[in-house]
């Protein structure tokens, strides 16, 4: 009976137990991927109806920013040869939706409620009769790509013209693009602040189709 | 001599009691963390680096359209081909498959459903404006461009 005091409880040992953990932490690590759901999203516009005869709608050439690629990867941006970086593409479009040529009474009123570093911005690159007449109804931005094109030319383009949304959008508001990229809409006052820099200057993107 | 060896008396073991605990937390946010993919993909998939990301707010929400060079081009050849899930299928069964996974949601959701194309960077246009109209017809005409981050330098 002495003996049997002295006896300690039996005890499982655990000095492998971080080398189990490792094993499994391997695993986790080889076999998965993390998952990637970020991208440009857009919106198509709905199917043609075939009950209703498509008019064709006569809008004049300086409140669409044509942008053209070719077969070979080759940029038409207004009728010219593009070769420049994307950003100066960016640049192109934003200059072109913020040009308040004509504004009317609706473009008035948007662009009284810019921030004063957007009107200094539409002082100086804006106001030029050959351009869009107003962001609010008039101005489009249009890009057609061929069937030969890349998808990685279209996809540069894409996020060009978004980019140039995109930083109009952040600055009306007074944030950066990335805070803008990641405004979480349920929220109350970023929804708020969303729609404030969204009202009156859609995203107006025409994606052709191909021939 | 002794002089040294008198300081030395302190153990210099690292107590390793901690490490399976912290070994645990790792192995915990990894499993967290990383997605079981589902299907194997059977095309090549470079995606496209872009800027403008906006990430995905309901993943229930999001289909998947694989668009690549096959991988295995002795059996499938090298013209790109679309993958859903786990098989090829034309542009024709586009509109079929849309509806399938429409199926899957609650009736309020239907219209909400967003349509992934996971494009290879060296897939040219036409196949991809097909899937485009396939898509418009199948009144699934919220779109994502799956694309990478790309490093501003």
Redesign the interface.
Known sequence: MGRGKSRKPPEISSGSMADIAFLLLIFFLVTTTIANDKGILLQLPPPPDPNIVQEDIKIPERNIFKILANSQDQLLVENEPFTATMDELKEEVKKFVLNFGEPGAEGVEVYNSLPPSLKAYVNKNGKSPLSSDNPVSKAIVSFKAQRGTSYELYINVLDAINAAYNEIYAERVGITVDEWLTLDRDDDIQKDMYDRARNGIPRAISIAEPD | MSKFKKSSNTSNDIP?AA??DI??M??FF??V?????KADILVKQK??R????????R?SL?SYLY?GEPVNASLFGTEPKIQVNDVFITEKDIIQFVNQEKDKLSEVERDQI?M?IK????????I??DI??E???A?A?????????KIKD
């Open positions: 390793t490490l399976p070994i645990f790792l192995l990894f499993m963390t990383t997605v079981v993919r995606i496209p872009a800027t403008q990301l906006t990430k995905i707010e993943k999001v668009i967003t992934s494009g290879d960077i060296e897939v040219k246009m036409g991809v404006s485009q109209q898509l418009r017809k009144n005409r919220k779109v994502l461009y799956s694309s990478i981050k």
